[in-house]
Every structure is written in structure tokens, then in C-alpha cells.
């Protein structure tokens, strides 16, 4: 995260756990400076049934270290793309620069 970079405190995890197959939130591991900041709105998401999805689209303000919020569901939904549809997007990109 920028915000982490800037502050010199650039090290730490973000994990949430999400039921298997779907992307309801079960729980999260959070290690960093600010995760007393952080882990409430992951609380709320768990308590109101809100998923992955819903969480990638929650606005943060940057840079802030709260956006790892925001890019940890992306990174989740990008690592399940199969590998051809990974390639396909990839040429697509290229493609339109």
C-alpha cells in the first residue's frame, strides 16, 4: 500500500477467509500497524453478510492503508481465472494499448 510505503511501516498481512466455493466472509488474519483501524469494517461485512464482491466495490479513501481492503477480494477473484481465460485477457490488454 502507498500509504504504508510513505509511512515507513510497509510489512503486514491481510488474509480473509471466505466460505469455499462462495465468497461469504468467515473471518480475516490482519498484521499490520493500523489493523485496529481496519479490522471493524471487516467485522461489519461479516456481521451484515456482506461478500467479497460487495466489499471490492466499498470506496477507501487514498492512499490510505485501509485500501488493502479493497485489493485483497480483487486479488481473490483474480487468482481464480483459468489459466486460458488469464492468456486471453492478457492478449486482449495488449492489444488495446
Not at 461485512?45 to 492503508?65: C, D, E
Not at 488493502?68 to 492478457?90: D, E, I, M, N
Request: proline share 4%; charged share 25%.
Amino acid at each position: 500500500m502507498d500509504r504504508a510505503i510513505l509511512d515507513g511501516e510497509d510489512e503486514g498481512l491481510l488474509k480473509i477467509h471466505v466460505k469455499k466455493g462462495k465468497d461469504r466472509i468467515l473471518g480475516a488474519t490482519l498484521v499490520a500497524a493500523h489493523a485496529g483501524e481496519m479490522i471493524s469494517q471487516i467485522t461489519q461485512a461479516m456481521v451484515s453478510g456482506t461478500g467479497l464482491k460487495r466489499l471490492n466495490n466499498v470506496i477507501h479513501p487514498y492512499p490510505t492503508q485501509s485500501e488493502a481492503l479493497r485489493q485483497t477480494p480483487s486479488q481473490y477473484y483474480v487468482r481464480k481465472f483459468s489459466p486460458r481465460l488469464k492468456r486471453w485477457l492478457g492478449c486482449w490488454f495488449r492489444w488495446r494499448r
